[in-house]
Each structure stands twice: as structure tokens, then as C-alpha cells.
């Protein structure tokens, strides 16, 4: 058996924050056990076991840029060539955390307590 054929048209769905939700067309393969392998920046393989089409990290650092890419790979070791890229850019989070409210719990001659 050769290998899978290329997965294609590696698209965005859906994004927010700290997630993209990611879809891509299927590969075929003459065999029974293959896989997708979804790579964000080049790192190590996520798998994706078909028909699964989609994939959706949600672990991403606000601001922060990622460039995924998917292959299908076989048992044997046969990979497709790596689909299109696709880059997503996390929106930076700039909404800044409230102020902490100080207030005087108790007022005396000789002490103070904060909370």
C-alpha cells in the first residue's frame, strides 16, 4: 500500500480567545489503519482518527500566533505530503484584571485590620 492521500483545504471554522477550531478535507488510504497528524509550529504529532476532519486546541496564549498543518500517516509508516498552513493569531488579552477593593475592617486606637 502507498501512502494517504494529502489532506486539503486545512481551514478555520471557529476562533476565540484561547481556541481555533480547525477542519480539513479528508484523505483517502488502501489500508484501515491510518491517521491525521496535526501540527501546530512544526511540534510533535496530535492525532486525529478518521472520518474526524476536525481538530480544535484550546490551549492557546492570547497574542500569541500558531501555524498548524496536517498529514495523514498509516501504520506502516507511509505519510501524505503536509497540507496547506493555516496561521492563527490569538487576540491579545488586554482587558487588565479589576483593582483589588482595600478596605478598614476594624478601626482601633491601636490597630488596623485589612482585608
Do not use: E
Not at 502507498?2 to 483517502?28: E, F, K, R, Y
Not at 491579545?92 to 485590620?113: E, F, M, R, Y
Amino acid at each position: 500500500g502507498g501512502a494517504p492521500t494529502t489532506p486539503t483545504n486545512l481551514h478555520i471554522t471557529a476562533s476565540s480567545d484561547t481556541s481555533v477550531s480547525l477542519a480539513w478535507n479528508a484523505s483517502t488510504d488502501n489500508s484501515t489503519n491510518w491517521w491525521y497528524c496535526v501540527q501546530a509550529n512544526g511540534a510533535s504529532c496530535i492525532r486525529v482518527d478518521p472520518p474526524q476532519t476536525t481538530f480544535t486546541p484550546s490551549y492557546l496564549t492570547p497574542g500569541s500566533t500558531t501555524t498548524f498543518t496536517v498529514y495523514a500517516i498509516d501504520a506502516n509508516g507511509n505519510r501524505s505530503a503536509t497540507s496547506n498552513a493555516v496561521t492563527y493569531t490569538a487576540p491579545a488579552d488586554t482587558t487588565p484584571p479589576t483593582p483589588p477593593v482595600l478596605s478598614a475592617n476594624t478601626v482601633t486606637s491601636t490597630w488596623l485590620s485589612f482585608s
